[in-house]
C-alpha cells in the first residue's frame, strides 16, 4: 500500500513538472487520470497450479489457437502465455504454471508507454492500443513478467476478431473480445482440470471472489506491490 | 604558393571524398532501415528477450556525449574561462550533431517508425521516454540558441543566459537517460538510483574525448598547433572525468552486489556470462579506463599523441560498456521465482542469445556518418575553429 | 478572353479540386467490387467522403473504453463489403477498399493487423 502511493505521489510531482513543462496538451492527461479501484468491474483470473500437471499445455494451444498465434516457440516469436516449469532447489519439488500477463493494477508497461498505446482499461484489462503503438519496445523493458511480445515479422491472415500486426508489441489480452461477448478466456475455457478461474475480482458474490476469500493465493513478484489480476494458487 | 595552393586543392577533394563516403554509410544505413520495415525486426540480431540491440548502443552512446561535449562551453560560459569559451561554438556544434545521429538512430529503429511524432501528440506524462522526447527537443533549440548567441554581435548579450540554460538543460537531459533505465525495478542490471549520476558523470568523458579527437582533427586539417598548455590542461581534464566515471560504474556494480538477489547476476556480468565480462574488462576497464588513465597521467608520454589515442580509447571503451550494460542487462533473465530454478519456452531462466546482424550495424554507423556530415560540413562553411589569444592563465 | 470564359475556366478549375469521392457512384472513374452491398450505416455518399472518421472514432470507443459498437465495426464493413468471390476488401486492385484508395493515392493502414477477410469464410478456411 505504501508502495503504491508512493507511486501515485511520485505520478502527481511528475505530472506536475510535466505541465510546467508543456501545459495544454497535458493537463487533458491529468485530468483524465482515472482511479478505478472503485470500478465495479476487475477481471481477474486465479490459476490452481496443482492441476498444471507436467506437459500438459491445453491453455496454451488454445490462447494460440484463439488469437491466431504460429505457436512458434523461436525468440522472435510470440508467445502470450507459455509453461513455466519451476524447481525449488532446496528441497527438490517440481511444479509447473502458466504465465501469462498479468494485468497489474499497476501496470509498469502503461506507466513507460510515451505514447499511452499501453493502457489499463476500466475493467482492469491491460491492453495495447496497436493504433499508437510505436514499437518502441520500452514495456517489454518495463514488464517484470516477460510477459510481452513484439511482431517481428509481417503477418498475414489474422483472425479477424484479433488484430496484431508487424512493428508492433502485443501480450495477453484476456480474451477481451470473448469478455466483452460474456464469455470466459479461452484458456480458462480450455483447462480440462478447470485449473484457470475467471471472473471479476470486485463483485464480491463471484466465484472468484469468495475462492480469493477462502484459499491462500499468491502474486507473482509479489514484491514489486503491482496488484496483479491474476493470482496463483499453490505456490 | 602554388604548393599550398595544390595543398588546399587536395584537402578539397578529400573532404568532398570524406563527405562522399559518410553519405554511403547513410544510404546503407537507409537501405537497411528499409528493409527492417519490409521484412520486419526479424532481420535484426533482436529478439523478445533482447528487445534493445545494437542500434540503442550507438544511439545513447550519442546522445550521452552529445550532453557532454556541451561541458566545454560550460566551463566557458558559466565559469568563464576564455580558453573554453572559444571552445563553445564547436561544443554546441558537435551536440547538435550527435543529438541528430543518436535520435535518428533511436527513431528508425521503432516497429513503426512513421508514427514517430505520436509521443508528441499522445503524451503519457508518466513515461520517461516522452519526458526525454521533450528534453531533446527542448535541447535542440536551446543550443541553436546559444550558438546564435555566440555566433551574432547584437545577440552576444543573451550568450551569458543561454549558457546557464544549457547548462541546466543538459544535466536535466542525461538524469532523464539514465532514468529510463533507472525506472525499470524489475530488472537487476537496471533499477538503480545510480544510474542517473552514473550517466552524467560518463557523460563527461565522452563528450570530452569526442571533443578531442574532433578539435586536433580541424586544428591538424588547419595547419595549426593547439598551444601544448591548452592541450595538456584538457588532458588532465579528461582523466579527472575518466575517473569519475569509473568510480560511478564501481559504485554501481558495489551496489548491485551488496543485494543479494542482484548477486547472481553480477557474477554473471563480470565473471561467467562470456561476452560480456570480456568486453567488461578488457574493452572497458583496460581500453576505456586503464589505457586512456596511463597515457594522460604517465609522465614523459607526447602530448598530442597521447591525447588522441586517449579520447579514442574512451569512446571505444564507451561503446563496450554500453554493449554489456544494455544487452548484457537484458540477457540475463528476469527471476520471476527467486530461489527457485526455472525453465520454459519463453527462455525464463536461460541466458538470452544475441547476435546483432549487419542491418542494425548499418543503422548505428548510419547515426555517426550523420554527426560527421553535419559537422564536417558546419565547420567547412562557418567559423567553428576555436580562436585563442595566447594563452592565458585562468 | 472573354469574362465568361474566365468564368468557365475557373469553374472547370474548381471542379477538378473536388475530390472524387464527391461523386455518384455511376461516374467513378475505375471498376469497383462492392461485395454483397445492401444498406450501408449511414448514406453511401456520406459514406465515401467520411467513412474514416467513423472508423477512427469508434476505434478509440471499442478499444480503450471497451465500447464495442453493433453496428460500426470494421468486420461489418469487411461482412458486407467483401467480394463474394474472395471474400475479401483487399485481395484484388478492383477490390471495395482497394480500388479507391488506389484512385486517391491514399494508403490503408488498417490491413496490416486487421484482417479484410469476410469472418465466416475465415473461419471456414481456418477450421481445423
Ligand atoms: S512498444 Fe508500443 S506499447 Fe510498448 S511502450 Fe512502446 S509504444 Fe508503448
Known amino acids: 500500500m505504501k508502495d503504491v502511493q508512493r507511486r501515485n505521489f511520485l505520478k502527481t510531482s511528475v505530472g506536475l513538472a510535466a505541465v510546467t513543462i508543456a501545459p495544454g496538451m497535458l493537463l487533458f492527461k491529468v485530468a483524465h487520470g482515472e482511479s478505478d479501484d472503485n470500478s465495479k468491474v476487475r477481471w481477474g483470473m486465479l490459476i490452481d497450479t496443482s492441476g498444471c500437471t507436467n506437459g500438459c499445455r491445453e491453455c496454451i494451444d488454445a490462447c494460440n489457437k484463439e488469437n491466431g498465434l504460429s505457436g512458434g516457440l523461436a525468440p522472435t516469436d510470440s508467445q502470450w502465455i507459455r509453461k513455466i516449469e519451476i524447481k525449488d532447489v532446496s528441497t527438490g519439488h517440481e511444479f509447473g504454471l502458466p504465465m501469462m500477463c498479468q494485468h497489474c493494477a499497476e501496470p509498469p508497461c502503461v506507466d513507460v508507454c510515451p505514447t499511452g498505446a499501453s493502457f489499463k482499461r476500466h475493467d482492469g484489462i491491460v491492453l495495447v492500443d496497436k493504433h499508437r503503438c510505436i514499437g518502441c519496445r520500452y514495456c517489454m523493458m518495463a514488464c517484470p513478467y516477460k510477459a510481452r511480445s513484439f511482431v517481428h515479422e509481417p503477418l498475414h491472415n489474422q483472425n479477424p476478431d484479433v488484430p496484431r500486426g508487424k512493428g508492433t508489441v502485443e501480450s495477453c489480452t484476456m480474451c477481451v473480445h470473448r469478455v466483452d461477448e460474456g464469455k470466459q478466456p479461452a484458456c480458462a475455457e480450455a483447462c480440462p482440470n478447470k485449473s484457470i478461474l475467471f471472473g471479476n475480482l470486485h463483485d464480491p458474490n463471484s466465484e472468484i471472489a469468495k475462492k480469493i476469500r477462502a484459499v491462500a493465493s499468491t502474486q507473482v513478484r509479489a514484491d514489486l506491490n503491482l496488484n496483479t489480476g491474476v493470482r496463483y494458487q499453490g505456490i | 604558393m602554388s604548393t599550398s595552393f595544390a595543398l588546399q586543392h587536395k584537402k578539397n577533394r578529400l573532404y568532398y571524398a570524406l563527405l562522399a563516403g559518410a553519405g554511403l554509410v547513410v544510404l546503407l544505413a537507409l537501405y537497411a532501415v528499409d528493409l527492417m520495415e519490409e521484412k520486419g525486426h526479424i532481420i535484426t540480431g533482436m529478439n523478445n528477450q533482447i528487445v534493445w540491440g545494437m542500434p540503442h548502443v550507438f544511439a545513447i552512446f550519442l546522445i550521452v556525449a552529445a550532453s557532454g561535449v556541451l561541458n566545454v562551453a560550460s566551463i566557458g560560459s558559466v565559469f568563464g574561462k576564455a580558453i573554453y569559451k572559444a571552445r563553445a561554438p564547436l561544443a554546441g556544434l558537435l551536440s547538435i550533431a550527435m543529438l541528430s545521429g543518436g535520435l535518428a538512430v533511436l527513431m528508425l529503429d521503432l516497429g513503426r517508425p512513421e508514427r514517430f511524432m505520436l509521443p508528441a501528440l499522445d503524451f503519457n506524462i508518466t513515461s520517461v521516454f516522452a519526458w526525454n522526447t521533450i528534453l531533446y527537443s527542448g535541447m535542440f533549440g536551446l543550443v541553436i540558441a546559444y550558438l546564435w548567441s555566440m555566433f551574432e554581435k547584437r545577440m552576444n548579450v543573451y550568450s551569458k543566459p543561454l549558457g546557464v540554460a544549457v547548462f541546466a538543460w543538459r544535466f536535466i537531459l542525461t538524469t532523464g537517460t539514465g532514468l529510463i533505465f533507472a525506472f525499470l525495478t524489475a530488472r537487476q542490471a537496471f533499477g538503480s538510483a545510480i544510474l542517473p549520476p552514473m550517466f552524467v558523470v560518463m557523460s563527461f568523458a565522452w563528450g570530452m574525448a569526442v571533443f578531442h579527437i574532433v578539435q586536433m582533427v580541424i586544428y591538424a586539417w588547419n595547419d595549426k598547433e593547439l598551444e601544448p598548455e591548452i592541450l595538456e590542461r584538457k588532458k588532465r581534464l579528461l582523466g579527472l572525468f575518466i575517473l569519475g566515471s569509473l568510480y560511478m560504474v564501481a559504485v554501481y556494480h558495489m551496489t548491485n552486489l551488496y543485494f543479494a538477489h542482484r548477486m547472481s547476476f553480477e557474477r554473471f556480468i563480470l565473471l561467467d556470462g562470456g561476452v560480456y565480462p570480456a568486453l567488461f574488462w578488457w574493452g572497458y576497464v583496460l581500453i576505456g579506463n586503464v589505457l586512456p588513465l596511463a597515457l594522460i597521467f604517465m609522465p614523459g608520454m607526447k602530448t598530442k599523441k597521447s591525447a588522441m589515442m586517449a579520447s579514442l580509447a574512451v569512446v571505444l571503451g564507451g561503446f563496450a560498456f554500453l554493449y554489456v550494460f544494455i544487452i548484457g542487462g537484458q540477457a540475463f533473465p528476469l527471476d520471476l521465482f527467486p530461489g527457485y530454478e526455472v525453465s520454459s519456452t519463453f527462455g525464463d531462466g536461460k541466458i538470452g542469445s544475441y547476435t546483432p546482424s549487419i542491418y542494425e550495424i548499418l543503422l548505428g554507423f548510419g547515426g555517426l556518418a550523420i554527426a560527421f556530415i553535419i559537422t564536417t560540413v558546419s565547420v567547412h562553411v562557418l567559423n567553428f575553429m576555436p580562436h585563442d589569444k595566447s594563452y592565458i592563465a585562468d | ?128
Open chain 3, 1 to 128: 478572353m472573354s469574362v465568361s470564359g474566365v468564368r468557365l475556366l475557373l469553374l472547370l478549375l474548381i471542379s477538378l479540386c473536388i475530390p472524387n469521392v464527391w461523386a455518384d457512384q455511376s461516374t467513378l472513374p475505375y471498376k469497383i467490387d462492392i461485395g454483397r452491398g445492401g444498406h450501408c450505416v449511414r448514406d453511401p455518399v456520406w459514406m465515401r467522403k467520411n467513412h474514416m472518421h467513423l472508423l477512427i472514432h469508434q476505434r478509440d470507443l471499442t478499444v480503450r473504453e471497451g465500447k464495442p459498437n453493433k453496428e460500426i465495426d470494421l468486420r461489418n464493413c469487411v461482412e458486407c463489403h467483401a467480394s463474394t468471390k474472395d471474400d475479401s476488401v483487399i485481395a484484388r486492385s478492383d477490390s471495395f477498399c482497394v480500388a479507391c484508395h488506389r484512385y486517391e493515392a491514399v494508403k490503408i493502414d488498417c490491413f496490416e493487423c486487421h484482417s479484410g477477410i469476410r469472418k465466416s469464410a475465415w473461419l471456414q478456411r481456418n477450421a481445423k
